[in-house]
């Protein structure tokens, strides 16, 4: 079919809900490759901009190819849905597939193969269809019609995608669901334009859409199969609960007394050493203030914090501020989870507070004489900010002058610039800083910094507490750094210098 034999109001109105939905499912393939790269690689300020750059360059090769069809556009057009669907509907699969079999392969063959077949194939759509929708007189018009429901339609899968898609179905069935509405898309211009379609094309393509339409409809009844395949893939132990939330992706693994709880594919505690890391985080900084009676927690969804800080009969009141009320709830409510914190979060004394923790600083008022920080690694910029020189500064003044406050600091041995730049940016944001680091088996050498508004007094411990680790020794031992971990000079990590995620980069690339 050629432009000028132009459409049928019906036909002209169907193409345009096509338009519609074609739009959303380009925008949705996107945000999964992006998406499961951030997962799997992390830095997801680099995946983000890889991948909406590299998807824009084929969308624009994509174009450029749509001036060699210079007739059959209906035909091209039915051809180009089908393969978008199979190949957007395969995307987070095959690219689950590779990074488990062969990681090395992900980042330069497979996610940039994907992409550009994806890219490709929506960027022959928008010229194909208004090539198909307009009239010789009125291209301008069908042009805006097409462009203002493509825009509509990228509107509409971005802010389906992190609110209804990902938290619900997850990447892989997710982008399965995109390329079944890419074939129905297919399937029913094919019906609508049918009597326009020489033989043996539409006996050809309708082979065609009703296998592509087999393989979405079995990929999204088995993608939750092929998830928990991958996934366990990239895991030593047993996975025993996977779960998506909009901020992240939570799994909890088991081998046999060993529980241990990932973060997007990082690990965050394992049941075996976890108090090694929480008794350093937590009574170093009790020592540090003068009074307990109200302690902030920025992070520490797992409740494990609030054990050792209800130890203390003088806190009377715990608020805990984690973003994602998923890992708090689970925290409270899995046995696995429950047994690691001991029902700490079901404490009357503890409060839950779902928000950001900079937020919340921002809109909070109150002052704690304790504040501890226990939030994962600045592995991006979005995590940078609560490591940054206006985050210290904007705690300080929730602080009390005699109080303390406390964050983990990543690793002084394996990214040991990474842990100064944090230890740096407190002392440069009016605190006097203290680094602590020890031994936890799971996690490697680990640090934490102390910040104090005063001059803190001698670090102690309170030795009628009940601790498993922490002794006046180990005490003394971790404020020790040995030469090949001793301080270093950074630049100061700041929100619109980042410098702390590409130190904390550089430093894990050398070991990985």
């Keep these: 079919m050629s432009a000028a034999v132009g459409v049928t109001p019906r036909e002209r109105a169907t193409l345009l809900v096509s338009v519609l939905i074609i739009s959303i499912c380009a925008l949705v393939y996107e945000l999964i490759i992006a998406t499961l790269s951030s997962y799997l690689l992390g830095d997801s300020v680099t995946q983000f901009s890889f991948t909406i750059g590299f998807f824009l ?119 399965f669901i995109m390329g079944l509405l890419n074939v129905l898309v297919a399937g029913l211009c094919l019906n609508l334009f049918r009597a326009r379609i020489m033989p043996p094309w539409d006996r050809r393509l309708t082979a065609a859409w009703v296998a592509a339409l087999l393989l979405m409809i079995g990929g999204t009844l088995l993608s939750t199969d092929f998830v928990r395949f991958f996934e366990q893939q990239l895991y030593s132990d047993v996975i025993i609960l996977r779960q998506q939330t909009p901020y992240q992706r939570i799994v909890i693994t088991r081998n046999n007394e060993d529980v241990r709880l990932f973060l997007d594919g990082n690990l965050q505690l394992s049941s075996r050493d976890e108090y090694r890391y929480h008794e350093l985080l937590v ?183 009940s601790l498993r680790y922490l002794t006046p020794g180990v005490l003394a031992a971790s404020l020790t750094f040995d030469p090949d971990i001793a301080r270093i000079d950074t630049e100061i990590n700041t929100l619109d210098n980042a410098v702390l995620v590409q130190a904390y980069q550089r430093g894990w690339l050398q070991w990985d």
């Excluded at 730049?421 to 640090?447: C, K, Q, R």
């Design 57 to 175: 360059f084929a969308m624009g090769i994509g174009a450029l190819l749509s001036r060699r069809i210079q007739s059959a556009e209906v035909r091209w057009f039915i051809v180009v849905e089908i393969l978008t669907g199979i190949f957007g509907g395969v995307s987070a699969w095959l690219l689950y597939a590779v990074f488990t079999l062969d990681e090395e392969s992900y980042y330069y063959l497979t996610m940039f193969s994907v992409t550009l077949a994806v890219g490709i194939c929506i960027g022959l759509e928008i010229p194909l269809l208004t090539r198909i929708v307009a009239h010789r007189a009125d291209l301008s018009k069908a042009l805006a019609d097409i462009l203002s429901l493509d825009y509509l339609g990228a509107l509409i899968g971005s802010l389906a995608f992190p609110v209804i898609l990902l938290p619900l179905l997850g990447v892989t069935q997710t982008a």
């Design 283 to 465: 009574h170093p900084v009790m020592s540090a203030a003068r009074s307990h009676e109200t302690v902030l927690v920025l992070g520490g969804g797992d409740g494990a914090a609030a054990r050792e800080l209800l130890k203390y009969d003088d806190v009377q009141r715990i608020i805990i501020v984690d973003l994602d009320p998923e890992v708090t709830t689970l925290a409270r409510t899995h046995p696995l989870l429950r047994e690691i914190n001991g029902g700490s979060l079901d404490d009357p004394r503890v409060t839950i507070v779902n928000m950001d923790a900079y937020r919340y600083l921002e809109e909070s008022s109150d002052v704690y004489p304790v504040v501890i920080i226990d939030l994962p690694d600045p592995n991006n910029e979005s995590l940078s900010k609560l490591y940054s020189q206006q985050f210290y500064r904007l705690l300080r003044q929730h602080i009390t002058p005699d109080g303390a406050f406390v964050t983990q600091a990543t690793s002084p041995y394996f990214v040991r610039e990474a842990f100064w730049t944090i230890a740096n940016t407190i002392a440069a944001s009016d605190f006097y800083m203290l680094p602590l680091h020890t031994y936890v088996p799971s996690f490697g050498e680990w640090g934490f910094v102390i910040g104090t508004p005063q001059r803190p007094p001698p670090l102690s411990v309170d030795e009628s507490l």
